[in-house]
């Protein structure tokens, strides 16, 4: 019996898609536990690629099930389209994805309060997908879940409900024209036809499997320093990525998690506003952007590019009890002459022992690097790690030293082949 969760160690866009699906060949289940269709989870088999914001990755493995579990926020627009997708690309569906009942919707008026939100002042950076009002609404016990398309009057009943004071919210503060609560319900009725075929117990499900000797490999969205409560916050997301979230967005409990794997990109990138210490405003974060086509799969913004930050690794790795990393990417620093390592933080001239998630704090903090020759060599065909060049090798001794980190799996281009096992 194996359990294990996948986490994004940085600030999200890691590569987890590309890790899932080499990962997934070795587990009977797939389950997301976290986030919404804000994800973007890429992955590129041969000349294909695959993008894809709900349904986990390891649906492009066959024999591999795939579940969402009620940690997931779930856009109804967003999903269908994702299976519409998969199905044109032969990709079977139908009796390999299951949705948990207790999955919170996304509403038109989520989407749309996003929206707002994001186009005042104090914009947090978030993809206006509905996400965090989605997540508002279910601790303000509003929401309005998957097991409630099952029961259409109480649907409409609370479709009726939350409209009357959203579109109250619409017109007295936003000044903005009403939602139409009966094309709403109307939509939602009909995306009940449609996901009533997957909707599963998942909890029992999961556990069942368990008991049975399945395996399984809990997937997470964004990254650990997104965390509402361990990230930077308020520039965060509204769900927990880091690895307690996938016992809460499952109900896998504790006790049966076995492993838990960070995945870590070579370098720093953020999406969004919010405090980046080892962030370039130069060259070399353009070209780290460049040539790491850094920008955002669910979006397409550009991605704030920066050193690779050990100190705050090491603080991923403590919060989450990674045991072991993948690092992807390492192929983009290949055209670098000097790479830079961020191992701690000071400020004032006091070097700091701990990760500040004060974000004040960490706005004025002074980055502390180590600097390394770089390869200036293609790695791309590297198939194992004793093929990497010496320096290649260097550079990932030092920041597994530096973070306190074991590389198992190493990354070097995009498609599902240039990914080779350490070990």
């Not at 690629?49 to 390891?58: A, E, N, V």
């Not at 004040?360 to 791309?380: E, H, M």
Request: charged share 25%; net charge neutral.
């Amino acid at each position: 019996m194996k359990v294990t969760v996948l986490v994004g160690s940085q600030w999200g866009d890691e590569g987890k898609g590309k890790i899932v699906d080499l990962l997934s060949e070795k587990y009977d289940i797939v389950t997301r536990y976290q986030g919404g269709a804000n994800a973007g989870h890429t992955v590129v088999i041969a000349d294909r690629q695959y993008i894809l914001h709900l349904i986990p990755s390891g649906i492009l493995r066959e024999n591999v099930i795939c579940v969402i579990g009620n940690g997931v926020v779930i856009d109804p627009t967003a999903l269908l389209e994702e299976i519409t997708l998969l199905e044109k690309n032969n990709i079977k569906v139908d009796g390999r994805l299951f949705i948990s009942q207790n999955a919170h919707l996304i509403m038109p008026y989520h989407k749309l309060l996003d929206t707002i939100s994001e186009s005042g002042e104090n914009k947090i950076g978030t993809t206006g997908r509905g996400i965090g009002p989605c997540y508002i609404d279910k601790y303000a016990r509003k929401g309005i879940k998957i097991v409630d398309l099952l029961n259409r009057k109480s649907l409409e009943e609370k479709i009726r409900k939350n409209l009357e004071e959203k579109n109250n919210l619409l017109k007295k503060v936003y000044e903005h024209e009403e939602l139409d609560v009966e094309e709403i319900i109307k939509q939602y009725l009909e995306f009940d036809k449609t996901i009533d075929k997957y909707i599963k117990d998942v909890p029992s499900f999961l556990n069942q499997s368990i008991s049975e000797g399945k395996s399984i490999l809990l997937e997470g969205a964004q990254g650990a320093l997104l965390d509402v409560d361990f990230g930077t916050y308020p520039f965060v997301t509204s769900s927990s990525p880091t690895s307690g979230g996938a016992c809460t967005g499952t109900g896998i409990p504790p006790n049966k998690i076995t492993d838990v794997i960070g995945i870590v990109k070579a370098y720093t990138t953020r999406v969004g506003n919010g405090p980046f210490p080892s962030e370039l405003l130069d060259e070399d974060g353009n070209k780290l952007r460049e040539t790491g086509a850094e920008y955002g799969a669910t979006t397409g913004r550009p991605r704030r590019c920066g050193w690779f930050d050990a100190f705050l690794v090491r603080y991923s790795v403590m919060i989450n009890g990674i045991n072991s990393v993948a690092i992807t990417k390492l192929d983009v620093l290949s055209k670098m002459d000097k790479i830079k390592v961020c191992t701690g933080y000071s400020i004032n001239g006091k070097t700091l022992k701990t990760f500040p998630t004060d974000v004040d704090r960490l706005s004025n903090v002074k980055p502390i690097y180590k600097t390394l020759q770089g390869w200036k060599v293609d790695i791309s065909n590297c198939g194992n790690f004793s093929e990497l060049p010496e320096k290649t090798k260097e550079y990932l001794n030092f920041i597994s030293d530096s973070a306190g980190i074991k590389i198992d799996i190493v990354s070097v281009g995009p498609k599902r082949n240039q990914t080779f096992f350490v070990n």
